[in-house]
């Protein structure tokens, strides 16, 4: 078995903490944070357990950055 290294991310909208992974496009939820993350390793078990030979995006170092735009 092998084991994957993923970046992942987590933050409140609302009610619940959505929890993504940066390296494929699988993300999950919860009522508090550790539930988000619990829940997005379930999310990407299941994902990967179907994917033969899935293409990561290498994600580094990532940043939160602020951004504006104007709407009309």
């Given amino acids: ?3 994957l290294r993923l970046k992942g ?3 409140r909208e ?6 993504q992974c940066l390296n494929v496009d699988v993300s999950s939820f919860g009522a508090t944070k550790k539930q988000a ?4 390793q379930e999310a990407l078990e ?3 357990q179907d994917e033969d030979g899935v ?3 290498p994600v580094e170092r990532p940043e ?6 104007s709407r009309a």
């Fill in 1 to 3: 078995m092998s084991v």
């Fill in 9 to 11: 991310v987590v933050w």
């Fill in 14 to 19: 609302g009610k619940h903490y959505v929890a």
């Fill in 37 to 40: 993350l619990v829940n997005l």
């Fill in 46 to 48: 299941l994902y990967f």
């Fill in 55 to 57: 293409k990561l995006t």
């Fill in 64 to 69: 939160l950055i602020p951004l504006a735009i």
